[in-house]
């Protein structure tokens, strides 16, 4: 039997929901070599060949996609795996591709002194959108788009999905809105997926980490350490009710890393928290619905989609696809959820931490020093000190330009 129904890396991951927590390989890892798991111990099973074997079995430094080759080199999904131009597959043969820094005609050499990405077993990626690996096919996608640049974001990778100004990678299936005349593709790209493959096949490592650390610095989550996809699912792992509807990999997708208590989620940017999920809502609407207008969400999502669901909402209409409310205390921002639990409880602890984290909402939130005072024209955004907002051209709230400056008072 063939488990050709796992062959999508996101119905592979789905399998996993029971994973142990222990184990010597991440379920990333296991995915990305084919292996869907089977619900007992750490057995595991290629969805094409049906080779199967405890994953502990596998001594490191010899990784999943090492083993498959070594013990099904048959496999045509070993032989047939379609990954990113960045790299090519002579890897399978040679079984020492974390040991060393990879050399090939096809990609950047990297070394052990890059500051902060290296290529690993997890780096290998399947093309997300393989229709538009061409990039013809993907300039040809934008029709009817006035404000789109097709020639230079089909060069960077992105195809027009015809939903207002979003556009995605055909590589790493980012989604990228809210683009102006001053955005500039490829820098958008490292921004917002830099361990996209074909991303560093093209600008190379160094340009990929010059922007990342650009973009940190304006960039503000509330919980830096879920700021990647892999990170905030990890949260998931084992842990997640497998009668909730919402998957593990749509949260994360929309931004939320689990929380460990009950069914509550938050935003790893805006710390905003979701609880009591009922079928059919859809968490994108969801974080648009009560977290609108933060960063990620606009770039994600785009002002439109987000201008939409507030409609609805006011109009007293549930967003498509939705069907009740989110729960009682309906997606408050952390603080208020942390006062409501303070009233109730009244632990003094609790409320002198709920006194400090909102002393720390007044600081400016870039060098997290000095209080806010300088409102941003013409966003209206008042989120830093003065000397922050002297170094910035754009609002590190909305990533809009900023026009002028203006110092504010508290009374």
Same mark, same amino acid.
């Given at each position: ?56 079995? *596998?001594?490191?430094?010899?990784? /999943?996609?090492?083993? =498959? %080759?070594?013990? $099904?080199?048959? +496999? &045509? @999904? ?100 809210? *683009?102006?005349?001053?955005?500039? /593709?490829?820098?958008? =790209? %490292?921004?917002? $997926?830099?361990? +996209? &493959? @074909? ?213």
């Amino acid at each position: 039997m063939r488990l050709l129904q796992y062959s999508s890396p996101l119905e592979r991951q789905a399998s996993y929901i029971n994973w142990p927590v222990h184990s010597r390989f991440s379920r990333n890892q296991l995915v990305q070599a084919g292996f869907t798991y089977t619900g007992t111990e750490h057995i595991v099973r290629c969805f094409t060949c049906d080779y199967t074997a405890s994953a502990n079995s *596998w001594i490191p430094p010899e990784n /999943p996609s090492e083993a =498959h %080759a070594r013990c $099904s080199p048959e +496999c &045509s @999904f070993v032989l047939g795996i379609k990954m990113c131009p960045t790299f090519n597959t002579s890897w399978i043969n040679k079984y020492s591709f974390t040991d060393s820094p990879i050399h090939t005609d096809s990609i950047v050499p990297v070394t052990d002194t890059s500051p902060t990405y290296r290529f690993t077993d997890e780096s290998l990626q399947r093309l997300q959108y393989p229709q538009f690996e061409n990039v013809m096919s993907r300039i040809q996608s934008y029709t009817n788009v006035s404000k789109q640049r097709p020639k230079l974001l089909a060069e960077a990778g992105y195809f027009y999905t015809g939903e207002a100004d979003i556009v995605r990678c055909f590589c790493c299936g980012i989604g990228l809105a809210e *683009w102006n005349h001053q955005d500039e /593709p490829w820098v958008q =790209h %490292a921004k917002h $997926s830099f361990k +996209c &493959s @074909f991303l560093i096949r093209e600008k190379g490592v160094d340009y990929v980490n010059d922007q990342q650390t650009r973009w940190k610095k304006i960039y503000n989550p509330k919980h830096p350490a879920l700021e990647d996809k892999d990170s905030r699912l990890k949260t998931f792992a084992g842990v997640w009710r497998t009668d909730i509807e919402q998957t593990p990999e749509i949260l994360v997708d929309a931004g939320f890393f689990y929380t460990g208590e009950e069914d509550v989620v938050r935003c790893h940017y805006c710390d905003g928290g979701l609880r009591h999920w009922d079928p059919g809502e859809i968490p994108w609407e969801e974080h648009a619905r009560w977290f609108p207008f933060w960063i990620f969400l606009i770039k994600m999502k785009g002002r439109e989609y987000i201008e939409d669901i507030k409609r609805k909402t006011e109009e007293g209409q549930r967003p498509e696809s939705t069907v009740s409310t989110v729960s009682q205390l309906p997606c408050l921002p952390a603080h208020r959820i942390y006062l409501k639990e303070v009233e109730e409880e009244k632990d003094l602890q609790k409320i002198k931490e709920t006194n400090r984290q909102l002393k720390e909402k007044m600081k400016c939130i870039r060098c997290r020093t000095n209080d806010i005072c300088m409102l941003f024209v013409n966003c209206g955004h008042r989120k830093t000190c003065e000397e922050c907002a002297d170094l910035m051209d754009f609002c590190p709230f909305c990533d809009t330009r900023i026009k002028k400056r203006l110092k504010t008072f508290l009374s």
